[in-house]
């Protein structure tokens, strides 16, 4: 087979039956299928799911090993209710994994996470674990029932529990993801600050991180159609985020200042805001 | 690359390399374009855009066959009003011909979206008379040599850049089409667009695209491409750009020899990346310098010799 710069088999697509369910919020839901290729991913990496006769959509890893993989999924419009909607047994095609991944770090380690952008942040602090000196979270949500993983980001962190912000109050600080930041910052080094969520977050401690000069890795989302860098509907500045991505370094993410967290591609090619 | 040996002339441009980028990869916003050159690429065509916006089908868009890929993006595209911005900066950014590709569902609509992209800095605009996978246009108007006479001529009386019609290979011949498009006053033809095709799963006991249909690309389609572009280049005079599962510079040598003057890479850009056509450039030069040629303009068309 000639196709040799990617695995023609990783874009294949697999169906195969939901073996699991959990609820993790009102609006939020994890899922578990069989497949051998995902449950190889990395943190960060990202599937695509077919829910036949619906849409296909870009998830990101949540977990993977023996076999399976898992991600979670927040209802927001059709194809994510329809998702809700299933029953284990149920079938669904994959493809992937695809994209790159986070690099693992030593030393002391902050991940800061959005809804459901916390999945892969807390896959990668599940690897990251047993070798770094310190892990802190923080984890912001709109409301205390958009809060995900909560129990599992406090067992991860080494020192204090993980930090929760809610946009409303009603769990946790009454603020943004990023306000705990400055504060964290000014307290405690970071080797590396990792993060995940609204692209207006992540603008937002990118420029912290900028100012502080600390290195940082963030997961972005952009509209994907083909996954695979080929149909130019996730460009990002120079960069396919399905494939250069989903994560991208600091010196990347100064390449693409004019873009993160202010406009992107729809569905059409224009340019609209975030 | 600035080689004296892979230096083409085609319909009045020059290209640095006879290996373009094909329509619809990459392609929607001027960066791409730039990535694409950089990669090698001798000129850039644009995805093809028309006078409205078009959000294109929901997916599956895009799916793995056994050698190649279905596709059914369904034409999304800014329409050109919007676009003509994104190609003014294209235009300032890259150092090679910039080909915008152009659909529309009359002759009228062809016209006048070329008309706009030439003002904004095409170096030429390329007719998708070939799309087969959007109602009322492309193949349709592809497959119909009257239908496609008239929107040469519109398009040719609107613009004074040169013309390239890209043929679909799902007619019965492809010849009677070529030779309505030189007759028509066309620059150029680029051979070929996607083969209809269907993608069917077996445990869902469905067809896997939105759309259903879909158009196949890469490997598996290299030889019928092949088969187009030999028989086109006996057919008419005009120049070819060869195009149709070309991923390294065998499958270009192959298209030359078949009557390419220049080939078009899609699918390969996502198997191998952007930096496809350099490897590409590469490896048709030092076939050139291997079999003692000075320009691969002189294998152009060389099988047909006896
Ligand atoms: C790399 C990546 C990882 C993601 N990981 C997760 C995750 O782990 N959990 C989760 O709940 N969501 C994740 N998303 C977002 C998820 O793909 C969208 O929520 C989903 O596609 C919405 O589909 P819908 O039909 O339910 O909603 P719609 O009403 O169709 O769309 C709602 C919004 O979702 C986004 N969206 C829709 N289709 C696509 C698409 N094909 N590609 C990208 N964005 C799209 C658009 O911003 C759109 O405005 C991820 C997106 C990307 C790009
Ligand atoms: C995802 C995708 C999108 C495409 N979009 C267009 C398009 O908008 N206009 C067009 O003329 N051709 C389009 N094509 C066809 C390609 O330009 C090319 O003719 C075809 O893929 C064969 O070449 P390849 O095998 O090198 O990919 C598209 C192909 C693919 C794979
Ligand atoms: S989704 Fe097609 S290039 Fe990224």
Redesign the interface.
């Known amino acids: 087979?000639?196709?040799?710069?990617?695995a023609?088999k990783i874009?294949?697509?697999r169906?195969t039956a939901i073996v699991g369910i959990k609820d993790e919020s009102p609006t939020v839901k994890t899922y578990t299928l069989q497949d051998d290729l995902c449950s190889k991913a990395k943190p960060g990496q990202f599937l695509?799911l077919?829910i036949?006769?619906i849409?296909?959509?870009p998830l990101s890893i949540l977990n993977g090993g023996n076999g399976q993989v898992q991600f979670s999924v927040k209802a927001v419009g059709d194809a994510t209710r329809h998702l809700h909607d299933m029953q284990i047994g149920d079938?669904l095609?994959v493809?992937g994994p695809f994209g790159n991944s986070f690099t693992e770090t030593r030393g002391r380690v902050l991940l800061v996470g959005g809804g459901t952008g916390t999945a892969p942040l807390l896959f990668l602090a599940k690897r990251l674990a047993a070798k770094i000196d310190r892990l802190s979270f923080v984890v912001g949500a709109k409301t205390r029932k958009e809060l995900v993983f909560l129990e599992e980001l406090d067992a991860m962190c080494t020192d204090e529990s993980a930090i929760a912000t809610t946009e409303d109050g009603s769990y946790g600080l009454h603020c943004l993801a990023t306000e705990p930041l400055e504060s964290l910052l000014d307290k405690q080094k970071f080797n590396m600050i990792y993060a995940c969520g609204p692209e207006r977050m992540v603008r937002k401690i990118f420029d912290i991180a900028e100012k502080r000069k600390l290195p940082m890795e963030a997961s972005l989302e952009r509209l994907m159609?083909?996954?695979?860098?080929?149909?130019?509907?996730c460009?990002i500045?120079?960069y396919?985020v399905c494939?250069d991505g989903p994560v991208f370094k600091m010196a990347q993410l100064s390449e693409i200042k004019n873009e993160l967290g202010i406009s992107k591609?729809?569905?059409?090619?224009?340019r609209i805001d975030i | 690359m600035s080689n004296s040996l892979l230096t083409v002339n085609i319909a009045g441009m020059n290209l640095g390399s006879p290996t373009a980028l094909a329509s619809g990869i990459l392609g929607y916003t001027a960066e791409s374009l730039r990535l694409v050159a950089e990669g090698g690429a001798g000129a850039v065509v644009t995805k093809s855009v028309g006078v409205a916006p078009r959000p294109g089908y929901p997916n599956p868009t895009v799916v793995q066959a056994d050698s190649g890929l279905i596709n059914a993006v369904g034409l999304p595209n800014p329409g050109i009003d919007f676009y003509v911005e994104e190609l003014t900066y294209a235009k300032s950014l890259l150092p090679v011909p910039l080909i915008v590709s152009v659909f529309g569902y009359t002759a009228e609509e062809y016209a006048l979206v070329s008309k706009k992209a030439v003002e904004a800095g095409a170096d030429a605009v390329e007719l998708n008379v070939s799309c087969p996978h959007v109602k009322y246009t492309g193949s349709e108007i592809g497959q119909n040599p009257k239908l496609l006479t008239d929107v040469v001529c519109k398009v040719k009386a609107a613009v004074q850049k040169p013309v390239i019609v890209k043929l679909s290979p799902n007619v019965t011949d492809i010849t009677e089409l070529a030779k309505a498009a030189e007759n028509a006053g066309a620059d150029a033809l680029t051979v070929i667009n996607t083969v209809r095709a269907v993608a069917i799963n077996v445990e869902t006991q469905r067809a896997v695209l939105s759309n259903i249909r879909g158009g196949l690309s890469g490997p598996a389609i290299k030889p019928i491409a092949l088969r187009c572009v030999y028989d086109v280049f006996e057919a008419v005079k005009l120049p070819i750009f060869g195009c149709g599962g070309i991923t390294d510079w065998r499958d270009a040598v192959e298209f030359f020899l078949a009557g390419a003057s220049a080939v078009q890479v899609g699918t390969a850009v996502g198997s191998e990346d952007p930096t496809v056509f350099q490897a590409i450039n590469r490896g048709v030069a030092s076939y050139l310098k291997r079999k003692a040629y000075g320009s691969v303009n002189e294998i152009v068309g060389l099988c047909h010799q006896d």
């Open positions: 087979m000639k196709l040799s710069g990617y023609t874009n294949t697509l169906t695509m077919w036949p006769g849409d296909e959509i079938l095609g493809r159609r083909c996954g695979i860098g080929l149909c130019g509907s460009m500045g120079k396919r494939k591609l729809g569905f059409d090619g224009s």
